[in-house]
Structure formats: structure tokens, C-alpha cells
């Protein structure tokens, strides 16, 4: 008579307790790297109404040097409302020497200006710098929301956003 040797063969895999660990384990990572990646993401947006407004300052320099005047508007310099991507609108508010806002005219020739990019799409949601604004003067100046959704100041240094 011939002996079967049977041996035992031990399961191989994973257990569902042991699955549901490694779940657990992603899940938790996850939760974690996620709102700061999006953040990340938007932070970097930002980067294209900097651009932006710069690239509009430049063009109103180039423009005072031709016409010793400020461009009272976005049209009178001949640049974009909207940034690149579409993330921020750009508009110009130029004004005379007694403060009040000028208009196309060179009778009410500008002698400062103030640039601003405002978000738009998805840069909605970044709370903490939703508008960016330079001078002439190079003042850099942004605003965030705060928890009404209301534009405020007080809850930004500009350092955070420029």
C-alpha cells in the first residue's frame, strides 16, 4: 500500500481585516493630503493675476512715456480684461490731479493709476486672496473673504498673497 503524503497547504492572500486596515490607512491619508494639495494648486493660480498686473503696469509706463498721461481704462491701454487661463478679470481706474476718477479724454490726463485682478472660476475658492491691486506707486496690496463672503482687508497680509 502506497501512502498519499497530502500536505497542507496554507492559504495565501490578504485577510478582509487586514484589507480594510490598508482602506482605513488611505482614507486617513488622504483626508489629509488632499485640502493641502488644492491648496497648493491655488496658490500657485494666483500667479497669473501677478503676472497680469504687472505686465498691465508695464504697459501703462510704456504708455505715460508716449503720452505723459496715465490710460484711464483697460481699452485705452489695449490689454486683456481677462488674465490668460480666465482665472481673474483686470480692470484699470485711473485718476486726475484733484482725485476724481478721469476718463478717455487727455483734457483729464492721468496721473496715477490703480490696477486690479479679481477672481473668477475656480479661484473663487481661495478664500484668503481673492483680489490683488498695484499702484503706480508699486503698492501691492490683496483681499480676502472672510466667513459672510464679504471682501475684507483685515484678514490678509498682502506678504501672504504677493
Request: hydrophobic share 35%.
Amino acid at each position: 500500500m502506497t501512502h498519499l503524503k497530502i500536505k497542507n497547504k496554507k492559504a495565501s492572500g490578504f485577510t478582509l481585516i487586514e484589507l480594510m486596515i490598508v482602506v482605513a490607512i488611505v482614507g486617513i491619508l488622504s483626508s489629509i493630503a488632499y485640502p493641502s494639495y488644492t491648496k497648493y494648486v491655488q496658490k500657485s493660480k494666483r500667479t497669473e493675476a501677478m503676472v497680469a498686473l504687472m505686465q498691465a503696469a508695464q504697459q501703462q509706463e510704456k504708455f505715460f512715456s508716449q503720452n505723459l498721461r496715465y490710460a484711464p481704462s483697460a481699452t485705452a491701454l489695449g490689454v486683456n480684461t481677462s488674465t490668460e487661463n480666465g482665472l481673474y478679470t483686470i480692470s484699470i481706474t485711473g485718476k486726475k490731479s484733484d482725485g476724481t476718477t478721469c476718463d478717455n479724454t487727455t483734457a483729464n490726463a492721468c496721473i496715477s493709476f490703480t490696477l486690479k485682478a479679481t477672481a473668477l472660476a475656480s479661484q473663487l475658492h481661495d478664500t484668503d486672496c481673492r483680489e490683488f491691486t498695484l499702484k503706480n506707486t508699486g503698492e501691492k496690496k490683496s483681499k480676502g473673504v472672510d466667513s459672510s463672503g464679504t471682501l475684507n482687508s483685515a484678514n490678509n497680509a498682502s506678504g501672504t498673497c504677493w
